[in-house]
């Protein structure tokens, strides 16, 4: 187990490493690099570079899972902490929504307007502009996102590098609650292990640093709560619940399974709320387009489920997460989202569950 992890935390240093290639070519620092070189100039070998990294982080994820040894947090924190850090350290490479959380809350803390009425664009000669996509909308996200930005807004003291890091250490707070709170729900080391190294939630929270991991964390903590014998408790646990709806609505759906289907056991109810998350995130083209950690949402209720060799949602969901990583690769590869892009990117989304799926079957009739 301590060789793999060690090859984990190997590859995530070649993967931070190379997330520094994405610089926006507007960012204060890091430009005209052997890195930018490569990712903005060499488009075919940095996809494959890309491809080749994902790889082996999925690779290396599965060997951990099927791991035989008995895994321990207190033997092995400090290589899954290194390995956090790493990620954590490197550039939100793929997506440009967290500059979009930073000026969002610097419209409403140090501009002080309501950034559900005034648009970032509107700020006259704010520098952030020439590097943050989106800024021509009002805020996207609920009244709690917003009022939770405040903590790394105030402890970034306006600095756009470090703001970067307080708002990834944000979300990684809310990280490491799913991950506490998925072990008091299951006791099970290994369905701990199947949310907090998949390759995908690492890079979507540790690298890209999206708010979701936050919207899971407030839902499962007020399941947890919700699962307590004492009503008062059990009101906490509906707070919380609600409070994940105001961060970006989709855990709404997961509400009227704990007034109408309040007599199934826990492992049921996940399942539903599984499949009701994964519902959501199916229709999420509808609006614009299946981002990869928008699967976050049906990946905290999947591990809460059995793990064991037969367990057919959570092989799925892995070759899904893995299909999900690679819609990355025809925009790395071409920069463009239109053209083949679209057809692409839902090919090499569910080409992998589907073989999955195949395999699985002929496997159950031998």
Not at 9 to 38: R, Y
Not at 69 to 90: D, E, P, Q
Not at 299 to 307: A, G, I, Y
Not at 311 to 322: C, D, H, K, T, V
């Amino acid at each position: 187990m301590i060789a793999l992890l060690i090859w984990y935390g190997i590859v995530g240093i070649l993967f931070s490493i190379f997330s520094f290639g994405f610089v926006d070519p507007n960012f204060p620092i890091l430009q005209n690099t052997w890195l930018t070189h490569i990712v903005y100039q060499k488009l075919y070998i940095a996809a494959l570079v890309y491809t080749f990294l994902i790889f082996l982080l999925f690779f290396l994820y599965a060997r951990i899972l099927f791991e035989k040894t008995a895994f321990s947090f207190r033997k092995y924190a400090l290589f899954l902490f290194c390995i956090g850090l790493i990620f954590f350290l490197s550039y939100p490479a793929l997506s440009h929504d967290i500059f979009n959380y930073i000026l969002t809350a610097k419209v409403a803390y140090f501009y002080r307007e309501n950034p559900y009425v005034v648009m970032p664009t509107e700020l006259l000669f704010e520098p952030m502009l020439q590097f943050t996509r989106a800024a021509n909308k009002l805020a996207l996200y609920g009244p709690i996102w917003i009022l939770g930005t405040w903590i790394p807004h105030v402890l970034s003291f306006g600095n756009v590098l470090v703001s970067i890091y307080t708002f990834k250490l944000f979300v990684i707070s809310a990280y490491v609650m799913v991950g506490i709170l998925i072990y008091r729900m299951t006791k099970n080391v290994r369905n701990v292990l199947f949310f907090v190294l998949n390759p995908l939630v690492i890079i979507e929270t540790f690298v890209s640093g999206h708010n979701d991991t936050f919207m899971m964390a407030l839902v499962l903590y007020g399941i947890y709560l919700w699962r307590n014998s004492q009503l008062a408790v059990r009101i906490m646990g509906w707070g919380f619940m609600i409070a994940s709806v105001l961060v970006k609505g989709a855990t709404i759906v997961v509400l009227p399974l704990f007034v109408f289907f309040r007599h199934l056991s826990d492992e049921k109810r996940a399942l539903l709320a599984g499949m009701c998350m994964f519902g959501v995130f199916l229709l999420t083209p509808l609006r614009e387009e299946m981002y990869p950690w928008y699967a976050i949402w049906f990946l905290v209720f999947v591990s809460l489920l059995p793990m064991g060799k037969r367990s057919f949602l959570q092989g799925a969901a892995y070759m899904l997460s893995f299909g999900l990583m690679l819609r990355y690769v025809p925009w790395i590869a071409t920069r463009e989202y239109g053209g083949t892009g679209p057809l692409i990117r839902t090919l090499v989304t569910w080409i992998p569950p589907m073989m999955y799926t195949v395999w699985y079957t002929f496997s159950l009739k031998r």
